[in-house]
């Protein structure tokens, strides 16, 4: 059953809930003017237990803000019930206007909360290219077309059915640079990776990076619109440019070595799929081999850190799921 139907499913035979009242937590300066505030991963551990109610309510995602010189940059508008708690702790730490809303990606928990931080500060919200055709290829309904996952969600999120989606103003193609009177940014999309539309956000005095959903801190990747033979390649760009502080879309904070992780979990799940179907498995016998896929993952040092360690109630939380996306990609 797709993540789609299984959302449908849910929330047919479930009541609206609110969302998770968890507090958002205090950032941390990374440098000053540089914040990183991490969300809480209940999505992941919920979602394995109880299904797609379980972990749509507490769907989260990190964020992070720069101050410009004078003005301030913010990092994913997080989801819609948590905007007014995210702008607030931004306000705790400075009072200069939030001029540009970066999203990382087209996903929910990084966009939905778009609206409501536009209609408070009045910021531009930037992507890059590719992820407004995401947008437009996922979110459907939101362009005049059939339903997409944002209806899905709304139906067990009262937060985002009050919150229609709000595309990003300014997109751009490879690179956008950002030049404040403090500090310059960068705005780097290399090619494919966990969306076809990631952009990473480089500060290259600071050496800090982030990095959205193209790296995860755990056992904490989607891939559902992955491209996997890619994605390995976006993080090695991003390893040349020689990061201090790397800040996922999920997860703690690392440094460069988080990347590396990440890039050698993906590269060793190929190779682990990309054998089993050059000796004539199909994706049937590979899924029925899932423990020996997970065992061989948890015996590789630099890899096991991102291995999901058993299959989850929601299929989309699981090393089949990423199996699967790999085999139809190969």
Not at 240 to 261: E, N
Request: charged share 25%; with cysteine.
């Amino acid at each position: 059953m797709t993540q789609s139907c299984l959302l449908e499913h849910d929330a047919e035979t479930h009541a609206a809930v609110p969302p998770q009242t968890e507090p958002l937590g205090v950032s941390e300066a990374l440098a000053p003017g540089v914040y990183f505030l991490k969300g809480a991963t209940r999505y992941f551990q919920e979602g394995a237990v109880t299904g797609p109610a379980g972990a749509i309510r507490s769907l989260m995602c990190n964020n992070g803000w720069v101050d410009l010189g004078d003005e301030v940059l913010l990092i994913d508008a997080n989801m819609p019930g948590r905007a007014d708690a995210l702008l607030a702790e931004v306000r705790r730490t400075t009072d200069k206007p939030i001029r540009f809303l970066v999203n990382t990606h087209h996903h929910g928990d990084h966009i939905y909360g778009n609206r409501p931080i536009y209609e408070r500060t009045g910021a531009t919200i930037i992507s890059c290219a590719e992820m407004a055709e995401e947008l437009r290829r996922y979110e459907t309904g939101a362009f005049g077309g059939p339903p997409g996952r944002w209806e899905l969600v709304a139906k067990l999120r009262p937060d985002v059915a009050a919150t229609p989606i709000l595309a990003p103003k300014i997109t751009y193609d490879r690179r956008l640079v950002l030049e404040g009177s403090a500090r310059r940014v960068e705005l780097l999309h290399l090619t494919w990776g966990h969306t076809r539309g990631d952009t990473a956000v480089w500060l290259p005095e600071e050496r800090v990076m982030f990095t959205g959903d193209l790296v995860a801190n755990g056992a904490f990747n989607i891939v559902r619109d992955g491209e996997m033979r890619r994605w390995p390649e976006f993080l090695q760009g991003l390893e040349t440019l020689k990061p201090l502080v790397v800040c996922p879309g999920h997860g703690d904070r690392g440094d460069a070595d988080l990347l590396s992780r990440q890039r050698t979990f993906f590269e060793a799940l190929l190779v682990q799929v990309e054998r089993r179907k050059k000796a004539g498995q199909d994706l049937p016998q590979l899924l029925a081999g899932i423990e020996d896929i997970r065992a061989t993952l948890l015996a590789d040092d630099s890899a096991m850190r991102h291995v999901i360690p058993r299959e989850a109630d929601l299929p989309v939380l699981s090393l089949s799921a990423q199996v699967e996306r790999v085999f139809g990609q190969i």
